[in-house]
């Protein structure tokens, strides 16, 4: 099993090129599932999740290859499948996104509960929900569920819980409800750039969705839906990870293909903390200072701080001067990474949703282990500043959702290797 190993002291400088977004990308390409003919998808990264959507579109019939300018090119070629590999989708959450387009376009889906990142608590009641108000007949097994409908009609819902809205809730009632009968209103629908990228994509293959960036989404149903070409956006999170790399190395780092726009409260809590920061249209360039400031935050649904973000922001405090608090309000136990930092030297204390960090510790390099995607940037980020070497086992956590990583803290300067 490899690691990654860090030496730890070097400012990052220099120009990253932002790949494209993981968790617009999922959800897109089980929308072709819904549609006819081909669709050509460029900018999707190459990450293990984003190969175990294209193994089990592979398995429900669709043909996909990349092609030599890295697009990748989708036909639906059989539709008699409605049972995604159950070993497949125990790996990976955003499995649960065939789900709609099976059940709207092969008026069946058997899925295994979905797996993915130790991060608390993953139910899909909402998702089940909001098939049941479209007129679905579920049935839930031991391992799987079951889903029938002879069609969809269309219909009104709220679809949140006590933690608010749901990402790929909202994924996948917006699909399924593109080939229902009639009207569906989504009400506190989520408002990530991703659910929006989405909606843009079932709009070009031939939906009819209003109110993308909203909490208020409207769907007419159509006949049916046919291929297209799309670009999938820049991966917000792997830009702020970046924000924050350059803020605690202190470095100075130019990143291209990224959106200011969804980054806003990640840009305004940094700047906050001392960043200087300075964002054109497509790009955002990043100077770390000497001297920052403790702070709060408290993860949101977007435009909020992310969730994603927050063990990140959690490494970065770790070594500000002061009193700091990060409370967690989508994954309330999704701290798995604060003992690993507190191997590092950094004095974080857990009380329920929140951690408590009383920053300005000197981080030493220490062999910590990664437990789920963001937490293993989080250890890297440490890793960073750390004085001394800092080996990250179960490195493979990192490669779901970072393209070359380590390729590109490389050429920033950073002295980060496989070992
Ligand atoms: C998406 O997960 C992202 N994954 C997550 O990113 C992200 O952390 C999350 O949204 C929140 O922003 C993808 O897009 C592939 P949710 P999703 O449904 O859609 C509760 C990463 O690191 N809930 O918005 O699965 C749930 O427990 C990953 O890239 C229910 O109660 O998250 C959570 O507390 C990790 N019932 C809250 O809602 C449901 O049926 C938000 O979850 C569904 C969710």
């Known amino acids: 099993m490899k690691s990654l190993c860090i030496k730890g002291g070097k400012p990052l400088c220099g120009t990253v090129k932002i790949s494209g977004a993981k968790n617009a990308a999922l959800p897109i390409l089980a929308s072709v599932i819904l549609s006819r003919g081909t669709s050509v998808i460029h900018n999707v990264p190459r990450l293990s999740d984003v190969n175990i959507i294209i193994k089990i579109l592979h398995a429900l019939g669709v043909d996909i290859y990349r092609r030599e300018d890295e697009a990748l090119v989708c036909t639906v070629k059989n539709e008699s499948c409605c049972t995604p590999p159950c070993e497949l989708v125990q790996k990976m959450r955003a499995s649960i996104c065939v789900m709609g387009p099976l059940l709207a376009k092969r008026q069946k889906a058997k899925i295994a509960f979905p797996g993915g990142c130790v991060i608390g608590e993953r139910p899909i009641d909402l998702h089940l929900k909001g098939m049941q108000y479209l007129g679905a007949h579920v049935e839930t097994k031991d391992s ?195 003992n690993e930092l507190v191997k590092m030297g950094a004095s974080i204390e857990q009380k329920g949703a929140s951690v408590y960090i009383q920053g300005g510790k000197t981080l030493k390099g220490a062999t910590v282990f990664a437990s789920d995607l963001r937490a293993s940037a989080a250890l890297v980020l440490a890793g960073l500043v750390a004085i001394g070497e800092t080996t990250i086992k179960h490195i493979h956590h990192l490669e779901r959702g970072y393209e070359n990583l380590q390729a590109k803290l490389s050429l920033l300067g950073a002295d980060i290797m496989y070992k």
Request: charged content about 15%; overall charge negative; aromatic content about 8%.
């Open 144 to 338: 799987h569920v079951e889903l029938t409908s002879e069609f969809l009609c269309g219909a009104k819902m709220f679809l949140g819980s006590e933690f608010g809205s749901t990402v790929l809730g909202t994924a996948n009632v917006m699909m399924a409800a593109s080939l229902a009968e009639g009207t569906t209103v989504i009400e506190n629908a989520a408002r990530e750039p991703e659910v929006e990228e989405l909606a843009k994509f079932l709009n070009q293959m031939g939906a009819k969705i209003s109110g993308l960036g909203t909490n208020v989404l409207t769907i007419q149903g159509v006949a049916e839906l046919h291929g297209t070409e799309y670009r999938i956006i820049s991966d917000r999170i792997e830009a702020g990870t970046f924000i924050i790399a350059a803020a605690m190395t202190r470095g100075r780092i130019e990143l291209q293909n990224v959106s200011p726009l969804h980054l806003a409260c990640v840009i305004t809590t940094l700047k906050r903390i001392g960043v200087t920061i300075v964002e054109y249209f497509d790009r955002i360039v990043v100077e770390g200072n000497n001297s920052y400031s403790p702070t709060q935050v408290c993860t949101k649904p977007y435009p909020g701080f992310p969730t994603d973000l927050q063990a990140q922001l959690a490494s970065m405090l770790a070594i500000v001067l002061g009193k700091s608090c990060i409370t967690e309000k989508i994954y309330p136990q999704r701290f798995a990474y604060v």
